[in-house]
């Protein structure tokens, strides 16, 4: 795993999915390799009510009931659409899903407007089928048809990023659960087997790009991960991948509670303005999501360790959020500088602490991109 720049889940994973799998001893819905209870356990993590013997860390942070139903869909004859604000987490919620029920996370199509009908479907090898004609050996087969002949689950990110030709083709796939190969003349069909599933994430921003037609939408159920507000929560998910960022670069620095707590206020602040906007100029056009928040801590991280003292402080900090967040000139840097005297400096007199040296960092930085 040392060798690998990013893991999947299913790798990263794997000693705590193979004791998941050793112990469970539930039902198991077609080719699943863990069955629903320990799938969601595995996502959320355990409690002591589940009498293991060994803890299970929380991968992912919301509520019980979407991972409940993401599971629930994945057991019947239904595909599963993760939609939301990016940010929200809807592929790591997949690629866990994923990980869990077919321990193989990777068969991912990406949506994009040049995704074509190829790759949800097959494509040729060019050299094998001059040499030897076309045949079921000369097929690349997309992850989607790979999934559906292991009876695996396949992932489509960002379905409405993708043209309405590509969407109407996996219709046919969710509807009929086969692939007609039209090539060959015979074995001129892949079916799929049992437990095949398609899981899919669309971002609520993209609505209107290419939106998805009723056949579509009725082939699939519907999960809205809303982006996470409770404050609690959002600490715990930037202190889980601040944990992992660590132990990645095997860097040996402390993150200050008190700084978290700023980072954290900061953007509860600047959703607030956002939201009490009358335009878009009068907002940031970043989604300010806990993505992009641990985006913002992580640049803060690195930057402390490669060109500071090695400790995280309110002035680096204040200095990545305004260079992550600021993508429009002047609007962003007019809005940002608003919030630091409008927001920031009267806190900084009436609390202290941290406040002042962020006050100073995020002058800097704008002063630096203006």
């Known amino acids: 795993m040392s060798d690998l720049l990013r893991a999947p889940a299913e790798i990263k994973y794997a000693e705590e999915l193979d004791w998941l799998e050793s112990v469970d001893d539930s039902p198991k819905p077609f080719s699943w390799r863990l069955s629903p209870k320990m799938v969601r356990l595995f996502v959320l993590g355990s409690e002591p009510s589940d009498g293991l013997e060994r803890e299970v860390s929380q991968k992912w942070f919301g509520d019980r009931s979407f991972v409940e139903r993401s599971i629930v869909t994945l057991a019947s004859d239904r595909g599963l659409l993760l939609i939301g604000d990016p940010g929200t987490g809807k592929s790591w919620l997949a690629e866990l899903l994923s990980a869990a029920i077919s321990r193989n996370s990777t068969l991912v199509v990406q949506g994009t407007a040049g995704t074509t009908e190829d790759h949800i479907k097959y494509s040729w090898n060019v050299s094998m089928v001059i040499a030897k ?99 609690k929560s959002e600490a715990e998910i ?84 305004v260079g992550s ?21 009267p806190r900084g007199k009436e609390e202290g602490g941290s406040w002042n040296e962020f006050l100073e960092g995020g002058r800097d930085a704008i002063a630096t991109l203006s």
């Open 238 to 321: 930037v202190r889980f991948r601040t944990e992992e960022l660590l132990r990645r670069h095997r860097i040996e620095l402390d993150v200050p509670p008190t700084l978290l707590d700023v980072l954290l206020r900061s953007f509860a602040d600047l959703r607030a303005s956002a939201a009490a906007a009358g335009s878009d100029d009068e907002k940031l056009e970043s989604a300010l999501s806990t993505a992009e928040q641990i985006g913002v801590l992580e640049d803060a991280i690195l930057h402390s360790n490669f060109f500071g003292e090695r400790a995280l402080t309110a002035h680096t900090l204040a200095s990545s959020l």
């Open 133 to 231: 004609g076309q045949s079921r050996e000369s097929m690349i087969p997309s992850p989607i048809m790979t999934a559906m002949e292991g009876g695996a689950i396949g992932r489509f990110e960002e379905l409405t990023r993708s043209t309405s030709d590509v969407q109407d083709a996996l219709i046919s796939i969710l509807s009929e659960k086969y692939i007609s190969v039209p090539e060959l003349e015979s074995d001129s069909i892949v079916f799929a087997k049992p437990g095949f599933s398609v899981i899919a994430t669309a971002n609520s921003r993209d609505r209107g790009v290419n939106d998805l037609s009723s056949a579509l939408k009725r082939r699939f159920n519907f999960v809205r991960i809303p982006v996470v507000t409770n404050k």
């Open 325 to 345: 967040l600021a993508r429009r000139a002047p609007e962003d840097l007019a809005i940002l500088n608003k919030y630091l005297h409008g927001v920031v400096e």
